[in-house]
């Protein structure tokens, strides 16, 4: 079992940055993949980007525009999600999940994440 906690979330105004954090308990060791989330109202759960667990590649939507950026600490079973340049569309609930899957995922799906953090709320004001 893993639990995945997200913090770091609030109100940002357009312009500015937050960093989220997800933090990671129970039987980590399991992890492969880390992948960042994000909900709107009415829209289905979006892409935002990803991280290998051990050789900290990253992963991130074609359609990105750079502004978000992942890493990871594994000493602290941590991944961080830093998010600059911040706009009114980016508003949305932001989760962390996991993938256990020792065989290639298609990680833009969260069909392909076994653990969910409950997550965390980010408003972008204009």
């Known amino acids: 079992q893993v639990q995945l906690v997200e913090s770091g979330g609030g109100l940002v105004q357009a312009g500015g940055s937050l960093r989220l954090s997800c933090a990671a308990s129970?039987?980590?060791?399991?992890?492969?993949?880390m992948g960042w989330f994000r909900q709107a109202p009415g829209k289905e759960r979006e892409f935002v980007g990803a991280?290998?667990?051990?050789?900290?590649?990253?992963y991130y939507p074609d359609s990105g525009k750079g502004r978000f950026t992942t890493s990871r600490d594994n000493a602290k079973n941590t991944v961080y999600l830093q998010m600059n340049s911040l706009k009114p569309e980016d508003t949305a609930v932001y989760y962390c999940?996991?993938?256990?899957?020792?065989?290639?995922?298609?990680?833009?799906?969260?069909?392909?994440?076994?653990?969910w953090g409950q997550g965390t709320q980010v408003t972008v004001s204009s």
């Open positions: 999940a996991a993938a256990t899957s020792h065989r290639t995922i298609i990680l833009v799906l969260p069909s392909g994440y076994d653990y």
């Open positions: 129970g039987r980590t060791d399991s992890m492969n993949v």
């Open positions: 991280i290998n667990w051990s050789g900290g590649s990253t």
